[in-house]
């Protein structure tokens, strides 16, 4: 499954089956979250057959039922550690789409277990994201108009639109969708607004629109 496939069939899911991941799917995922943390410097950890994070009457409240997987986005506690969230925990959630899993990012509805997220010093947990095989593939979320998200000073070219189209079908908190590119020349600006988490929205749907885009069409300004 390309990456366009991937985002276009991605929807949140938060009811799981009880099917285990298992090898080679666990330890292809291990190792893309390995060089994600490689590449980033953060610290996420796949954390597997772990019920109690989810047990709580606030994840029953969320509608969230059968996650006992679930991937801790921790990093060194600096400005930038939610927008690298975003970026590294959406190339994750893409990947296991890829794989056949589902997911769901979590910001709250959740309990935080000490005991199993045994955070480092100078590190912070900034969300999780539930993941596991889906007891559905979840359904599409209402998506704004391009022109509410976009500016051009200029015509706007087709690689813009198509990384705008993208930005459109990720993951936000709330499906609030408070993000604005503007295209200048061939540099594009992401800015988040303001709502909760819309630092980590705003790392997904950079992702996002790179993807759509095609990275080698522009520089982020
Ligand atoms: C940063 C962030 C935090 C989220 N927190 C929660 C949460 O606490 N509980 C929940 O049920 N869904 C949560 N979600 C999922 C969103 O509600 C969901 O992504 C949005 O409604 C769009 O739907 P879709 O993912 O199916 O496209 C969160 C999503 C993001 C990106």
């Avoid at 099917?19 to 666990?26: G, V």
């Avoid at 989810?54 to 930038?80: E, Q």
């Avoid at 095989?133 to 022109?147: C, E, I, L, S």
Wanted: hydrophobic residues 40%; positive net charge.
């Amino acid at each position: 499954m390309e990456l366009l496939e991937a985002i276009e069939k991605r929807h949140s899911v938060r009811s799981y089956t009880e099917q285990e991941i298992a090898d080679p799917t666990k330890s292809t995922l291990q190792a893309y979250i390995d060089n994600c943390n490689q590449e980033s410097g953060l610290h996420c950890r796949l954390i597997l057959n772990e019920p109690q994070a989810f047990a709580c009457r606030l994840a029953r409240y969320g509608k969230f039922s059968g996650v006992r997987n679930y991937i801790a986005m921790i990093g060194p506690n600096t400005a930038d550690l939610a927008e690298k969230c975003g970026y590294y925990g959406e190339k994750i959630v893409l990947k296991a789409q890829q794989l056949g899993l589902n997911t769901c990012w979590v910001g709250l509805t959740y309990s935080k277990i000490k005991s199993v997220l045994q955070i480092a010093p100078g590190d912070k947990l900034c969300l999780v994201i539930a993941i596991g095989y889906g007891a559905t593939q979840g359904v599409a979320h209402k998506v704004k108009q391009p022109q509410q998200v976009a500016q051009a000073a200029q015509p706007a070219p087709d690689w813009f639109q198509k990384g705008v189209k993208a930005a459109l079908l990720a993951p936000t908190a709330v499906n609030q969708q408070k993000f604005m590119f503007t295209l200048n020349g061939n540099q594009v600006t992401a800015k988040a607004g303001l709502g909760f988490y819309s630092k980590v929205d705003l790392g997904i749907v950079k992702l996002h629109f790179e993807i759509g885009a095609g990275p080698e069409n522009f520089t982020w300004a």
